[in-house]
């Protein structure tokens, strides 16, 4: 590469003045262009957008990926312009690790058959939560990225251009108001000694010399108000482009919470059906452990006396083994809604938050927002009540339900 000294020599001449006239400004010894209102407004808003612009982006990347780790990790791979590995999220984990334990305790036990349930609704909820920070990424964070990392970054290296163009139009101002100066001094007061430039003859009048030097100055400061004035005009329109920043951005962010509300709304319908599913359930589930717990723990009974106190019987309902104290109408997988009378004292009025499928013949359909009675009977799971609406009564979830006073 070839050495230019004259362009090094000019380029320090460049940038000691730029110096020099920064510092006196600082020191508040020099005059200082001053740009109009309109453009620091602009300026402002320009330096609001991108601080907030970076914030948000930042903490948007901590909700999507709360692991500092893999967020440094999805960064340098960015950089290096190279594929982000596929990530497992945290519910597909889950949901394999409930599989296994499965697997390993028996699917075809209660608990479980629950765990392979509850595993296949996490791994859902994974893919959805990976479909969503797929969406996110690509419609929210790229174009926030890419105003930080392309639109800013030009207005930046232009408003650098700008302030070095105000440094060099204000330079050349005090140069000519200096050289107006001297030459009034001169004309004033003739002193060939101390008036005349070292560089020129000794013959040559001081006054026309300060002369030359205004004219000089005078021509310097047209050029460099003219480079001032475009540069400003360039500096004007790419900040006036924050506006179409905002309404790119607001786009972007119509298209985020869209996202989120698609992915809410999926693992909302996720977890009601595996609600459903183990309500509908829960009841089996239950009475098969008791019924398990019953023939693998209880001693058999030594006398009809003992038998016939720990297996109650109800004439018209078949005979199934159940918990000791408590009657086989309020039994899981037993109960008959048309036998089940409601107490003397203590039911209630309930509104319904979600529509409830009923499982068989012994629990009743729900509909949103209606009202229905409801009351509890000893011995009954906690997690279920008695309901009834007109004729028609059986069991509902408490979780469907609103307890009113």
């Known amino acids: 590469m070839e050495f230019n000294v004259k362009k090094l020599a000019s380029d320090a001449g460049v940038f000691f003045s730029r110096a020099m006239q920064f510092t006196e400004e600082k020191l508040g010894q020099a005059e200082k262009t001053e740009l109009d209102a309109h453009f ?57 690790y409930m599989t296994e334990a499965a697997n390993d305790f028996g699917p075809g036990t209660p608990y479980g058959k629950t765990l392979i349930k509850v595993g296949e609704t996490q791994r859902r909820l994974g893919a959805a939560e990976r479909e969503f920070i797929h969406s996110a990424s690509i419609n929210f964070l790229t174009p926030l990225r890419n105003f930080l990392e392309g639109d800013w970054r030009t207005i930046s290296k232009e ?89 790119n951005h607001l786009r972007c962010l119509h298209e985020f919470v869209e996202s989120q509300t698609n992915y809410y709304a999926q693992c909302y319908q996720f977890m009601l059906d595996l609600q459903k599913q183990l309500g509908s359930s829960k009841g089996e589930i239950f009475s098969g452990t008791f019924v398990g717990n019953a023939d693998s723990t209880s001693p058999a009974p030594s006398s009809p006396a003992v038998a016939a106190a720990t297996l109650p019987a109800v004439p018209t309902i ?43 013949s012994t629990e009743l359909a729900l509909l949103a927002d209606e009202m229905i009675t409801v009351y509890s009977l000893p011995g009954m799971d906690p997690d279920w009540l008695i309901g009834e609406r007109g004729n028609q009564k059986g069991k509902v979830p408490v979780t469907y339900l609103e307890l009113l006073s």
């Open 40 to 96: 620091e407004n602009l300026l402002a808003r320009a330096d609001c957008t991108k601080n907030w612009t970076e914030k948000i982006l930042r903490q948007t990347e901590v909700l999507l990926q709360p692991n500092p780790s893999a967020r440094v990790e999805e960064f340098l791979y960015e950089k290096l312009d190279r594929k982000v590995p596929s990530r497992v999220t945290n519910g597909e984990l889950l949901a394999q």
């Open 159 to 247: 408003r650098r251009i700008l302030q070095n163009r105000r440094l060099d139009l204000d330079a050349c101002k005090a140069r000519l108001k200096k050289a107006k100066a001297a030459e009034a001094k001169a004309a004033a007061v003739p002193d060939f000694q101390e008036t005349r430039p070292r560089n020129y003859v000794l013959s040559a009048s001081a006054s026309a010399l300060w002369s030359d030097e205004v004219e000089k100055a005078e021509h310097e400061l047209r050029l460099t108000q003219t480079e001032f004035d475009r540069q400003a005009e360039v500096t004007r329109l790419l900040l006036e482009g924050i506006s179409s920043t905002h309404v």
């Open 318 to 360: 078949p005979v199934v083994p159940t918990i000791v104290g408590v009657p086989n109408t309020v039994a899981e997988g037993v109960l008959n809604p048309n036998e089940v009378k409601p107490p003397a004292s203590g039911t209630r009025k309930a509104r319904v938050l979600y529509d409830y499928e009923a499982a068989d």
